[in-house]
């Protein structure tokens, strides 16, 4: 049974800086998101009904690429992960241990990449 995703909000750097600082203490994973993009729609559409994964596993932070584009280079910048869209990073460490997009951005892919 899908569980409802507690989305946190990624608008600012300050955001950002601090994701990364609280990933040293639970694994972290952002969803890049375009808004115009009817594959991304799709991809976080069958994220969040096939979402199982507790509140303990992972903090899941949203971010609008279109709104908010630098905050998204920064993540390609930071991590050297090239931009994709739709896209998501687990970050653990302050390092991305896990990235996928498109339609491999699944609850399995997150789940498997949070066990390995």
């Given at each position: 049974?899908?569980?409802?995703?507690?989305?946190?909000?990624?608008?600012?750097?300050d955001?950002?800086?601090?994701?990364?600082?609280?990933?040293?203490?639970?694994?972290?994973?952002?969803?890049?998101?375009?808004?115009?993009?009817?594959?991304?729609a799709?991809?976080?559409?069958?994220?969040?009904s096939?979402?199982?994964?507790?509140?303990?596993?992972?903090?899941?932070?949203?971010?609008?690429?279109?709104?908010?584009?630098?905050?998204?280079?920064?993540?390609?910048?930071?991590?050297?992960?090239?931009?994709?869209?739709?896209?998501?990073?687990?970050?653990?460490?302050?390092?991305?241990?896990?990235?996928?997009?498109?339609?491999?951005?699944?609850?399995?892919?997150?789940?498997?990449?949070?066990?390995?």
């Amino acid at each position: 049974k899908a569980k409802k995703m507690n989305w946190k909000i990624l608008e600012t750097m300050d955001t950002l800086d601090q994701l990364v600082k609280d990933s040293h203490n639970k694994t972290v994973a952002i969803f890049k998101h375009s808004v115009s993009c009817g594959i991304s729609a799709h991809v976080k559409h069958t994220l969040e009904s096939q979402w199982n994964l507790s509140d303990e596993a992972l903090d899941i932070y949203y971010l609008d690429l279109i709104n908010f584009r630098p905050i998204s280079n920064e993540i390609a910048s930071r991590f050297n992960v090239i931009h994709q869209s739709p896209q998501i990073l687990i970050i653990k460490d302050g390092e991305v241990r896990y990235h996928s997009s498109h339609m491999a951005v699944t609850a399995d892919n997150i789940q498997t990449a949070l066990v390995a």
